[in-house]
């Protein structure tokens, strides 16, 4: 398959301007598969321009049939058998005779099949060297042998129009300066690994192709090995091409790949409707849309993303509507994700064959989606959010752990929705870092000097792009936590939505990014099911009933007062001290005890509270009245034992602070009252699973070009009523 880059294209037998323009090649390779039984169709020519490259397009003149240009079905090129290149060419295939069958799902027509032989046209590997390097490699090594006859080879007309191993663009190539473009980007390490990967299988495979005795093998260099290891990766179909003389068990399409002269010519457009379809002695491309007279006439590789255009064929595409970003995400050893996988390993042994995380952040137009997928799924795949839901899940979630053949997830229930804000927050700072990371390390380039530098520094915009309109998206998901009277009708949305995006620094995106946003957001539900799920300390008592909201409001700022005086390193906490939502929580919890011990309550919680009181209860057993508790970490322990004493010191020095909320908590006088020390230790460990912690405003730090000061909140974590 062509690169936009690289690619190459056949001439028409009436095009009369190959001579003139260096296409002169093109039309002596379409003579070539012509002489042997091969066909372009008359409407097809080739064309050379700046942005695209070689091409194959309908001629401007062309109006056959029922009018210009070329409607559906219309059967492009058909490339025949006998010129492909394949492992059968390495190993002499002849196809059976007419009188064999082909399975039931061959895609040959009706009829008997022709007798076709894959040729190796005069490069007999030893079968010692096949059979210890695998077809893979031997199919590669015989690309390179082809490439040596020069003239004298059978593919010479098609080799000649493929980039030549100087000419290269992917990252495997990449020398010098150009390195540098590819610095802080996932290429790098991909790079690597490839080369790696490609030097180790070179080296085994030279050394048995001399050890096998063939002679001429120091010419089969590693610079001729990497050419030919590219085309392959760039170029190759599948293997279903020659299903139509080839029975499917036969047909093995993780190790054989078939070069198709001339279907390579075409360029690579996402989504453009075409077909390979497998015949008897030939492979077809047919399109099925219509290509106006003057109109290029695409291939389609398939939903590339712009890493994988890059590594395989050396060109990305600003815009790709089919791209997206892996995100390396591993499971520490001894996490709960990584039990749970080792579990669903267990539960499902044939899980271990697919070796592919599918973490992917998609780009917001992305096309390949179900109708009904929701709106965070749409930008962050399942299995990443699932991921780091269970990496963020505390231990009361990941009681409701659900493990299935398809996925590993906290499932959606009351008090659930806290992993999915708690993944969001961590994915959040994720894609913050990622692009911060992307612009330092690409600061010092400025224009790029040549065709790879270019490529690659659309490549590392186009992942900066993924993670800042992602980051829009999952700030949107935290946005509604916070939102306490939001409803969710479609005018309080829009007006909301709109306060959400103005956030976005002036000029950040294009108008057509800022749209899509939005259409995204609102065209889709979301998995976030309820709003205002998060709350700081004084958004926390406006739950309380009318009369408790101010002698609540004086209390817990009276204690955090005190606290923050006799504490030294509480100076200064004011509302971010460690101990406002342990202080609320104790206090709904007394209510709720005492209420109901006595049958009914002086102020009765609402039924949010109350179902979260209960929950609370029932998760997190209260504490034991004659055995103290303390705190596994020993700073903790230090710091609530000097709240204690702060406690002590106002229940005797200053009780108002406590009279005014006695009616509803209970006597604070006895021991086992609604503070005492068990109780406080109780919430601490308690606020520690329950609370959020995200990035405050994320949406400001897409202003910055540099390092950034990425603070966080903590948010108490009360759901809302199913």
């Known amino acids: 398959m062509a690169a936009s880059t690289t690619a190459g294209s056949s001439g028409s037998p009436n095009d009369t301007t190959t001579q003139s323009d260096g296409l002169e090649i093109y039309a002596d390779l379409q003579k070539w598969m012509t002489q042997h039984g091969g066909h372009l169709h008359d409407a097809v020519q080739v064309a050379r321009d700046d942005q695209r490259g070689v091409h194959l397009q309908v001629r401007g003149d062309w109006s056959g049939g029922s009018g210009s240009g070329l409607g559906v079905d219309t059967h492009i090129i058909q490339t025949p058998l006998t010129t492909t290149l394949s492992y059968f060419n390495v190993i002499g295939y002849r196809s059976p005779p007419p009188s064999s069958s082909l399975p039931d799902d061959s895609a040959a027509g009706s009829g008997s099949s022709p ?115 590219t085309i392959f990766f760039s170029r190759a179909f599948s293997a279903k091409v020659l299903s139509g003389v080839i029975s499917k068990d036969q047909l093995s ?121 929701a709106m965070e799924h749409s930008i962050f795949s399942p299995a990443l959010l699932n991921a780091v839901s269970v990496l963020a899940a505390n231990n009361r979630e990941l009681e409701t752990l659900e493990i299935t053949d398809q996925d590993i997830k906290i499932p959606s229930a009351y008090g659930n929705s806290r992993a999915l804000l708690a993944a969001m927050s961590q994915i959040v700072i994720e894609l913050i870092t990622h692009a911060v990371k992307l612009r330092a390390s690409g600061q010092d380039l400025q224009n790029p000097e040549n065709l790879k530098q270019t490529h690659a520094k659309m490549y590392r915009e186009s992942q900066i792009m993924l993670s800042e309109t992602a980051l829009v998206i999952a700030a949107w998901t935290l946005n509604r936590a916070r939102q306490h009277n939001f409803t969710g009708s479609w005018e309080e949305t ?12 002036a000029g950040k995106f294009p108008e057509g990014i800022l749209s899509r946003l939005q259409v995204r957001i609102l065209e889709r539900k979301s998995l976030l099911t309820k709003n205002g799920e998060l709350f700081t300390l004084t958004e926390l008592p406006d739950l309380l009933p009318t009369e408790m909201q101010q002698p609540c409001k004086a209390c817990i700022q009276g204690i955090l007062g005190t606290a923050e005086n006799a504490i030294p390193v509480l100076k200064g906490s004011s509302e971010t001290s460690p101990f406002a939502f342990p202080i609320f929580v104790c206090l709904v919890v007394a209510v709720h005890i005492n209420g109901t011990a006595a ?21 997190y057993p209260p504490p034991p009245n004659d055995v103290a508790w303390a705190l596994e970490d020993e700073d903790d322990e230090y710091l609530v034992s000097q709240f204690d004493e702060a406690l002590e010191k106002m229940r005797s020095q200053n009780s108002g602070v406590f009279s005014g909320l006695e009616a509803y908590t209970g006597a604070w006088q006895k021991d086992d009252w609604w503070l005492s020390p068990n109780w406080i230790r109780w919430a601490w460990m308690l606020g520690e699973q329950e609370c959020v912690h995200m990035p405050e405003d994320p949406l400001s730090l897409l202003a910055s070009d540099g390092q950034v000061m990425l603070s966080t909140g903590s948010y108490l974590y009360i759901p809302q009523e199913e």
């Open 115 to 229: 007798i076709v032989e894959f040729k190796s046209h005069g490069l007999d590997f030893p079968p010692a060297f096949v059979d210890a390097v695998g077809s893979k490699e031997a199919t590669v090594f015989f690309l390179v042998g082809q490439y040596l006859r020069g003239p004298q080879g059978f593919w010479y007309p098609y080799l000649r129009t493929l980039p030549q191993p100087d000419t290269l663009t992917t990252p495997l190539s990449y020398e010098g300066e150009d390195v540098a473009w590819l610095a802080g980007t996932s290429l790098m390490a991909a790079r690597e690994q490839r080369g790696e990967q490609l030097r180790g299988k070179y080296e085994v495979a030279v050394r048995a192709l001399r050890e096998a005795g063939f002679l001429g093998w120091e010419r089969y260099t590693w610079d001729l090995y990497l050419w030919a290891s």
């Open 253 to 373: 399409e993780e190790n054989v790949s078939v070069l198709l002269p001339f279907f390579d010519v075409a360029n690579h457009r996402p989504l453009a409707k075409v077909e390979w379809r497998a015949e008897k002695d030939e492979v077809r491309f047919v399109v099925l849309e219509n290509v106006g007279a003057g109109q290029e006439i695409s291939n389609n590789y398939g939903p590339r993303n712009n890493e994988q255009l890059m590594m395989n064929y050396g060109f990305c595409l600003p815009g790709n509507p089919c791209d997206y970003r892996i995100v390396s995400l591993r499971a520490p050893p001894g996490s709960p994700l990584q039990q749970a996988r080792a579990h669903q390993l267990q539960m499902y042994p044939e899980l271990a064959a697919d070796t592919e995380d599918h973490y992917y952040v998609f780009n917001i137009f992305y096309p390949l989606l179900a109708p009904d997928t």
């Open 494 to 505: 829009k007006q909301i939505l709109g306060a959400h995006m103005a956030r976005i620094p």
């Open 599 to 619: 049958g009914f309550a002086k102020a009765q919680l609402s039924p949010r509270l109350s179902r979260w009181a209960n929950f609370l209860l029932e998760n």
